[in-house]
């Protein structure tokens, strides 16, 4: 039995005076107690001898390393591994996971070259015999017989049993030490022959075609709608995608059409989160600023509330905090005010006083008459404690371009006002002076209007205004609810935290 044991890789521990030797067992002489190595390797240097010798007595450890299979070349001198180097230089035994022992290689001298053995032949082949105790010169006789008499270390089929294990077999104590356990993983990965590895390439289509996506998803729906569990979806579904102003908590259904007119509107807007506003004929309107009137909400309330929303929309067109702030004084901005003699005048007038309170410089053009309303007396009285500059005379406007021009001129009722020379003369100015223009509460559009606005700004409800209007803002007045319902308008607020907000033609 000491010739199956020819061929074998092993390592021999002789103590510090000696040191340690691996090589390929070329004798062993169960007679005299000798073992013998060829091409050894001392302390991970490569012996100038062709083979050494060792007895039973000088041996303290004894490590099997490599057993070749039935096919390997067991002579001596025949071995490839040998010209590379022997695997397990300067070798120490440690404990595996299950208690077994496992064989680490850690070299001794980094000139001895390595050889990293093959997969198959660690996992199954690396015998450990003797980890941590002493050896005399009985405990290397008992090996020596278990290396010629020992059924248990037979090969079956070609290889070894990993489960199998020789009944002599001491199994290591578990020392904790980190550095004695062997790394099967990378064993795993990296211990493969390379002429393992096949020929043909990998048909990535052809197996991409094998698997049906569709069916798969559709098997998985199937299963989710059955069991009741939440489905993740299909591949035609698209997550859902929120802005930074929407609540992505689920909540009652939107109702886009809250605002509903008795009359068939001429035209609808839209705001932003998409409510529906539709617009009032100028009865309706003049109706019901009358019942709101009759309620309590009288004409001083209304032009006070027109002026400050309309200020406020002006300021923001002006910059808004970007242009006013006390780092700008030497940047005020102008403003061209025009405004007629009626309702809608005053409510330039007021606005035109809120202008002048937040530092913007305010030329109010207003012409002169024998006999003015009542409000715009008012109005007039308050504007004229402000630093605004009011004139009668288009000559006093300003001839380079102002910031921006708010027109007040036209009327609901009082066509006759367009044939007058002041009219058509300040008409005239605001046309060349090229300034943006921004109309408080202009006529409907089957009236002819003189100057083309950039913005326009309706009070409560939107008029059917036309293109010339430009792009229609909507301000709160303070109209409440109850007054919308008395005049038959189903009514509820589409303004939400704001007093002016703009609508979009639908």
Known sequence: MATDWLGSIVSINCGESLGVYQGRVSAVDQVSQTISLTRPFHNGVKCLVPEVTFRAGDITELKILEIPG?????????????????PGVGCQVGPSQNGTGKVLK?????????????RTDMKSQDIVISPQQQCSKSYMDRHMETLTQSKGFRRRHNSWSSSSRHPNQVTPKKSGLKNGQMKSKDDECFGDDIDEI?????????????FDKAAVFEEIETYERRSGTRSRGTPNEKPARYRHDENILESEPIVYRRIVVPQNPHKEFCTDSGLVVPSVSYELHKKLLSVAEKHGLTLERRLEMTGVCASQMALSLLGGPNRLNPKNVHQRPTVALLCGPHVKGAQGISCGRHLSNHDVHVILFLPNFVKMLESITNELNLFSKTQGQQVSSVKDLPDTPVDLVINCLDCHENAFLRDQPWYKAVVDWANQNRAPVLSIDPPISEMELGIDAKWSLALGLPLP?????GRVYLCDIGIPQKVFQEVGINYHSPFGCKFVIPLHST
């Open 70 to 86: 039935p096919g390997d070349n067991r002579q001596c001198g025949d071995s490839q591994q040998m010209e590379t180097g022997i």
């Open 106 to 118: 850690k070299p001794m001298s980094s000139s001895a070259p390595q050889n990293i053995p093959r």
């Open 465 to 469: 205004l036309g293109e010339r209007a």
């Open 198 to 210: 096949p020929d043909t390439d990998f048909d990535f289509e052809g197996n991409l075609a094998l």
